[in-house]
């Protein structure tokens, strides 16, 4: 991977991390594309570069997550990301199996476009406007929701957003608190992912993330330069998304999956 290939996995990361339309699979058509070699380090890179982007959410919401006198707020995040913490570790590897079948991946991007084409119309009537008055119960909820994402190509934007509105939430205030709920999640991942996790298990160059990307300085400027991206980009990202929801809804995002998906299909079936 060289800098200008990083930069593009990042600036896709940034751009799609929070939008309902899955930034792995973006990331993974676009590394196809570029024709970069698929190899432990862009796997763990496509992971790391999260950081940038989960922190954009802490910038851009300092008040939320810095407001020490709510702790209530602390509680719903940590009870709602119990069930992706647990469910993504017992299946992780199965996880990572998927990563490498673009077409699966592309066939789910088109059916969750499916799902977002009448998303709007199922839930007209919300009852919750603010963080503030979503319950455990709801957070937890949600946080099930959310775990449809370790299907690749899902979304996890998506599917915390849809399961939000399932328990009353407005478009605005499900999507915020799919922001606030990516950060204990993505965090948590990001971690497991450079810190814990043994990249290449079984193989004779097997190593944990951080070996990786302190192995040489190419990989340390990679991981740096690609979290920053990931950062400035996921802050513009945001900003238009909420705006966008608000106004237009999902159809413009259920379209958008739909055609890229059956291009993607398209094309993978053909370069075979």
């Known amino acids: 991977m060289d800098t200008l290939q990083a930069i593009i996995i990042a600036i896709i990361e940034g751009l799609t ?3 309902p339309i899955s930034s792995t699979a ?56 119990i069930p992706a913490l647990g469910l993504g570790y017992i299946f992780d590897d199965m996880i990572e199996e998927v990563l490498g079948n673009q077409i699966a991946i592309s066939s789910v991007l088109v059916l969750g476009g499916i799902v977002l084409l009448f998303a709007d119309n199922w839930f007209k009537n ?16 949600i946080g ?9 190509g899902t979304s996890r934007s998506a599917a915390s957003i849809i399961g939000g509105m399932t328990q009353g939430l407005t478009r ?6 799919s922001f606030f709920l990516a950060v204990p999640t993505m965090l948590a991942v990001t971690v497991y992912s450079v810190f814990v ?6 193989t004779p160059t097997e190593m944990k993330g951080y070996e990786m990307i ?8 990679l991981f740096i330069i690609g979290n920053i991206v990931a950062f400035v980009v996921a802050v513009i990202a945001v900003k238009s998304f909420i705006n966008l929801l608000t106004k237009y809804g999902f159809k413009i ?4 999956r739909i055609i890229i998906g059956i291009a993607l299909l398209i094309y993978f079936y053909t370069s075979k």
């Open 17 to 19: 991390e929070f939008l």
């Open 26 to 81: 973006h990331m993974g058509f676009a590394a196809s594309l570029l024709g970069m070699e698929e190899s432990e380090f862009l796997k763990m890179f496509q992971v790391s570069i999260q950081f940038g982007a989960i922190l954009a959410i802490v910038v851009l919401y300092w008040k939320k997550f810095f407001d020490f006198t709510n702790f209530n707020f602390y509680l719903k995040l940590m009870f709602a990301v």
């Open 126 to 141: 919300p009852t919750v406007w603010d963080e503030k008055d979503i319950s455990i119960k709801k957070a937890v909820i």
């Open 144 to 152: 099930f929701w959310q775990c449809l994402a370790m299907m690749p």
């Open 172 to 177: 605005k205030a499900a999507a915020e608190f």
């Open 197 to 202: 996790k043994t990249w290449g298990k079984g």
């Open 214 to 221: 302190f192995q040489d300085q190419n990989h340390i400027n």
């Open 253 to 256: 995002w259920g379209w958008y």
